[in-house]
């Protein structure tokens, strides 16, 4: 079982930057793949990024490609998301997962594990 924690959120401005961060505990070695996803209040939890543990291959959602980079560090066992040019469309409590090698990376039922989110605000 991995432990997620996420951190970093807070209320900013449109166009502003925010560096999200996930850290694991437990059995890391069990990781395929991190995932961020996002849920803003009524809306169903949104597929954001993903990155593999080994090899740090990265996909991200259309609507954050080029805006957001998700990156991790294997020695510290965490995961990142760097999220420049926010919008408000970006207001969400977002969720760092651990995939354990279900293909199904940008989806949430890929994930097993999830953190406990960190808000994210953005103000126009």
């Known amino acids: 079982q991995v432990r997620l924690v996420e951190s970093g959120g807070g209320l900013v401005q449109a166009g502003d930057s925010l560096r999200l961060s996930c850290t694991a505990s437990?059995?890391?070695?069990?990781?395929?793949?991190m995932g961020w996803f996002r849920q803003a209040p009524g809306k169903e939890r949104e597929f954001v990024a993903t990155i593999t543990w080994s090899i740090g291959r990265t996909y991200y959602a259309e609507s954050v490609k080029d805006r957001f980079t998700i990156s991790r560090d294997n020695a510290k066992n965490m995961a990142y998301l760097q999220m420049n040019s926010l919008k408000p469309d970006d207001t969400a409590v977002y969720y760092c997962?651990?995939?354990?090698?279900?293909?199904?990376?940008?989806?949430?039922?890929?994930?097993?594990?999830w953190g406990q989110g960190t808000q994210v605000t953005v103000s126009s």
């Open positions: 997962g651990a995939n354990y090698g279900n293909p199904s990376t940008a989806r949430a039922s890929g994930y097993s594990n």
């Open positions: 437990g059995r890391t070695s069990a990781i395929y793949a």
